[in-house]
């Protein structure tokens, strides 16, 4: 079995974009002032392929991402090849809202270097409860 880069996982409450309750499992990192995100889906359901957008949105807005300066990653875990990442090319609008994005998974040898630098060097930025579960909006 090949090793899980990113084993502890926070799970979030999001809404897809037919504004059903989602649930997305992150970690946020730090490194030298740039964000990083990495986004997977929780064991129950795949909802992030079909949902991408309208995720990634509320979640720069929950978490108040800086998106300049945010990359946002998707982690996917197999036993057999270990962690393998993705990375969402973001077109964002001036009101933070993406107008259009691409997605590309990534050559571990060649491009995983930057996001081996956020795990290595760069420090877990936690995520409160309340931003998980989006209890701010309820108050």
Do not use: C
């Amino acid at each position: 079995m090949k090793p899980n880069l990113l084993p502890t996982l926070s799970t979030v409450e999001l809404h897809d974009k037919a504004g059903l309750p989602v649930q997305l499992q992150i970690r946020l990192y730090e490194y030298q002032g740039k964000y990083a995100l990495f986004m997977s889906d929780a064991p129950a359901a795949a909802v992030l392929a079909r949902n991408a957008a309208t995720l990634i949105n509320q979640l720069a807005n929950r978490l108040e991402l800086p998106v300049a300066d945010t990359q946002f990653f998707r982690h996917i875990y197999l036993p057999h090849q270990g962690s393998v990442f993705g990375s969402f090319q973001l077109d964002w609008r001036p009101n933070n809202i993406i107008g259009h994005y691409t997605f590309a998974m990534m050559t571990p040898q060649l491009e995983d270097l930057g996001i081996r630098r956020f795990l290595s060097e760069g420090r877990h930025v936690p995520v409160s409860y309340a931003k998980l579960r989006n209890l701010a909006s309820a108050v």
